[in-house]
């Protein structure tokens, strides 16, 4: 199972991970915008240019990543929801395990499934207050 750091920003997301480059070194394996999910018609002039998903691998074993909050769905950043723990594990069962485990108590953001984005993801908050990804790709296995 892969660990990753998950960053949250308030618009700036991209301009953070291109210093990052800049220091790490690399290229992004990822870097999508609001406006390419479904639906980004309806979304606000402002979020569109947001970035939903950034990746800039810093090893063989470690990717940072990081999406801009959506202030149209009422996202807010404040301390304590500007980072994420995102565990990639190795297979779908796994994913059920880890999630429904972890997040018992806690507070459910997206539940475990299917995106659109080919991925089985889900999101939440433990019953400590730390913020969990949970994403089984089987393009990483």
């Not at 920003?9 to 480059?21: I, Q, V």
């Not at 947001?50 to 074993?61: A, F, G, N, T, Y």
């Not at 299917?114 to 207050?129: A, E, H, I, L, N």
Request: hydrophobic share 35%; aromatic share 12%.
């Amino acid at each position: 199972m892969k660990v990753n750091p998950y960053l949250n920003f308030d618009g700036n997301a991209e301009e953070a991970f291109n210093f990052y480059k800049s220091v790490f070194g690399g290229e992004f394996t990822a870097l999508m915008k609001m406006s390419d999910a479904p639906d980004a018609d309806k979304l606000p002039e402002e979020d569109k240019n947001r970035v939903m998903h950034i990746s800039l691998p810093l090893s063989k074993d470690t990717t940072l990543m990081a999406s801009d909050i959506v202030l149209c769905a009422g996202q807010t950043l404040k301390e304590g929801n500007n980072s994420y723990i995102s565990i990639h594990p190795e297979s779908k069962e796994e994913a059920d395990r880890l999630f429904n485990g972890l997040s018992k108590e806690g507070d459910i953001e997206m539940p475990l499934e299917m995106q659109f984005w080919g991925d089985y993801y889900g999101s939440f908050t433990d019953k400590f207050g730390i913020h969990w990804m949970v994403n089984y790709s089987e393009q990483n296995v």
